[in-house]
Every structure is written in C-alpha cells, then in structure tokens.
C-alpha cells in the first residue's frame, strides 16, 4: 500500500462520529440537498405530465397569444429569432419587438420585417431605458391573454410556445417558465460546465421546485403571464433582476408559478470566466437585494399576506443557498487549522464525494430530460470530474463577493445593465 493511500484507508476505517466531526458541512448541508431533489425526481418519473384533455386544448386554443421581445444591439439575432418563432406549432396571435435605444440599425430592421408582416408592431425608444422598460411597453400594447416575454437572442424548440402555456388550463396559474438549455455548450470550458450546471438545475431543480409549488422565477428570456395576474400585480420594476421580482409579487399575491419542463429555449451562455462573474454577480446582487430588501417581511407572521409556503421557500434559500456560502470558507479553514495535513485528505475526500454526488444528479437529469443529444453529452461529460470545483468553490467564492458587494456597498444601483439614472431611480422608490 503506498503512502498516499493510507490516510484514504484511515478515513474509511473511521466511526460515524469521526466521519461527522471531519465533514458535517457534505453531511449536514450538501447531501439533504441532492438526496431531496433525488427523491422528488424519484416521485416525478412516475408522475409524468398528462397531455392537455381535448376540452383543455380546446380551451388553450381560444386564448390569444402575444410575444414581447425587446433588445438593445441585437439587430443580428433578429432573423434566426423570428424564424424560430415562424415555426412554432402554436399560433402566435402578435408578436411585439421594441429596440431598446439601440446603435446598431435594429430600429430599421425591426421596421422592415414589420412591413414584411412578420413583425405586428414595432417600437423604439429614442434613449435605452433598459429591458423592463421596453418590455413594460410591450406589455402595455399587447392584446393577448397570455403574454410571453422572450429573448431575441434565443431559439426555440418548434412545440415551445405550445408547450409553454399548457399551465394555463389551471386558472390560478399567473405565469410559466420554460427549460433553458446552452446554445454553445462546446465553445469553452467555461460553457460546457454551464451546460451541466443548467443541465442538473433544469432536469432536477426545477422539477422539484416545480412539484412543492416552489418555483420563484419566470425567466425573462423565456417567460410567460396571464394578462389577468399582470393587471393585478403591475408591470416590471425598473433595473436588474425584474422577471425575479415580478414572479415574487405574483405569488405573494397568490398566483401559481408552473415550469414548463417539455417547453425548451436555447441561449448562447458566457465563454469566459470573466463574463461567467460580471453575470452571476449581477443576479447573486439582485437576488439577495430582493430577498433581504425588498421580500424582507416574507418571514413575518403578522403580516397580512402571511404563508407557510413562501416562508419555507424563503427559508430554504436562505439555509440551502445563502448559510452554505457563508459557511464552505470557514469549513475549509477550520479543516485545515484542526486537522493539518490530513486536512487535505479531507478535502480531497470531500471533491471525490462531490464528483460522485454530481455524476449522479447528471445521469438522473438526463434520464427524465430527454431532450439533450448525445453529441452534446458526449462534449460536456469530460468536465463532470471538476465541476465541483466550478460549482461548489468557484461558484461560491463568486456569490460571497456578490453578497458582500451588495449588504455592504449597494453595488445593484451601479449596474450597467440597466442605465444608470433607471438603477437609481429604481432603488430611491424602493
């Protein structure tokens, strides 16, 4: 037996007590996670979604369908969307493009596929004002009972738009989200973990979300709401994380959220690790803005609006996401100043069980979700082995700064993603 395996036999050879001591951070906040979406994912291959009754088709069929997209600087997405869109096997009753102040003549070209009748209308703002909005200006012109708001750098699947408003034959249902899969997912190493993180999120997350009524957020790449529920609710807040805050008001407000697992959007994700950051700093800023700011009485029993439902949903991101950030750097420090040397073993036991752990959620997503060609799963099986790393520790290091930028210096309001004076304008009020 060589030297490097021994401390690894010595680890297998400890009690329960020793074994919990060492890594009580996998035992006590990893694995309850994975193990409940395993067994919600359990319960939902054997409660597979029914196809819409014919009075149900009938009743989706007389629904009248809008689609919102608004872009900045997208004039050359604008082809391949619309023909995506020409595609779909449900009727699309109006489709509504808004140019967000763009510099790159899409104001013109959204102008000539209108004359071309592919577009109904078409708007522009003089001056980007950002995508809630443009958005809110399709929202407000749009005659349909259901309004989708897509992306216009995506692409669908034929039956999405179909597939997206089934939900909707529950009438307490106020908005759905469909499945987002990754365009570009053999274009860097950086895609292709994100393609298995979007991969384990979609096949498990949110099918288990969607199961407990937990979903929180109808994306706003892809996206649809109920005229109805929008009304009672208002439109999107200004500034960044707007499809986020829409979907927490419409369930305070007792709306359903429904994820619409078969009903499928492909966008093109960040390539570099520079971009993958500026991203998920932004939503990680505008999650915990939301949450802990806006969202912050959700926990209080007194008010009025109070349910058991949205409390535990708040309280498991709070533990399952927020704790377990704060938590990985301490857990790793202590490991190291208690144990030593051994410390590492301990950690590289910890990355094993994180590469098992995430090999399994793999092969489980991709035995409900079918959708996902070989070729692409052949491409993206060689990272498994250090997507903990990416997910786990990379991942986490980036949601603690985001979570430090935002409690201590309100980095949200300076976010170039929406205009400055909209950022700020949208923080004053709140």
């Known amino acids: 037996m060589t030297d490097l395996a021994t401390p690894f036999v010595l680890l297998g050879q400890l009690d329960w007590a020793a074994w919990l001591t060492m890594f009580w951070f996998m035992i006590l906040l990893e694995i309850p996670r994975y193990t409940f979406s395993g067994v919600a994912i359990f319960a939902a291959s054997f409660a597979r979604t029914q196809p ?8 989706l069929d007389q629904l009248a369908v809008s689609v919102v997209i608004a872009g900045h600087n997208e004039a050359d997405a604008i082809e391949k969307c619309l023909k995506s869109l020409g ?34 209308i078409a708007l522009s703002n003089q001056v980007r ?106 439109l999107l807040d200004p500034g960044p994380g707007e499809d986020f805050d829409l979907t927490m008001r419409l369930r305070r407000s007792g709306w359903k959220i429904r994820f619409a697992a078969d009903s499928w959007c492909f966008t093109d994700t960040p390539a570099t690790f520079a971009a993958i950051i500026r991203q998920r700093r932004r939503w990680d800023r505008d999650t915990l803005r939301i949450r802990m700011r806006k969202f912050r009485n959700t926990l209080n029993p007194g008010r009025r609006t109070f349910s058991f439902i949205e409390t535990f949903e708040q309280l498991e991101w709070f533990l399952m996401t927020t704790i377990t950030t704060f938590i990985f750097p301490i857990y790793i420090t202590w490991i190291l100043l208690i144990f030593g040397v051994v410390g590492l073993y301990i950690l590289a036991s910890v990355a094993l069980i994180y590469i098992i752990v995430d090999a399994i959620s793999f092969l489980m997503a991709l035995s409900i979700c079918r959708r ?56 004053r009020i709140r």
């Open 372 to 427: 996902y060609d070989w070729r692409m799963i052949l491409s993206i099986a060689p990272y498994l082995p250090t997507f903990g790393l990416y997910n786990g520790v990379f991942m986490r290091c980036v949601r603690l700064y985001a979570y430090y930028e935002e409690w201590v210096h309100r980095a949200s309001i300076r976010d170039s993603y929406s205009p400055r004076r909209v950022s700020y304008q949208a923080h």
């Open 87 to 120: 595609e779909q096997t449900r009727r699309i009753d109006e489709i509504i493009f808004i140019d967000d102040g763009s510099t790159d003549g899409m104001r013109e070209i959204i102008n000539s596929y209108r004359q071309l009748g592919r577009i109904d």
């Open 52 to 59: 819409p009754t014919a009075p149900e088709r009938r009743q």
């Open 129 to 234: 004002s950002g995508k809630a909005a443009s958005c809110n200006l399709g929202f407000t012109v749009a005659k349909g009972d259901i309004i989708i708001n897509l992306d216009a750098d995506c692409s669908y699947d034929r039956n999405a738009i179909e597939k997206l408003i089934e939900p909707f034959t529950d009438p307490g249902v106020g908005a759905t989200t469909g499945a987002l899969g990754v365009r570009n997912f053999d274009h860097s190493i950086v895609t292709a973990y994100q393609a298995i993180e979007y991969t384990i999120s979609i096949g498990m997350g949110k099918r288990a979300l969607d199961m407990l009524d937990l979903v929180v957020c109808a994306s706003g790449a892809f996206g649809a709401f109920r005229r109805e529920a929008l009304a009672q609710v208002g």
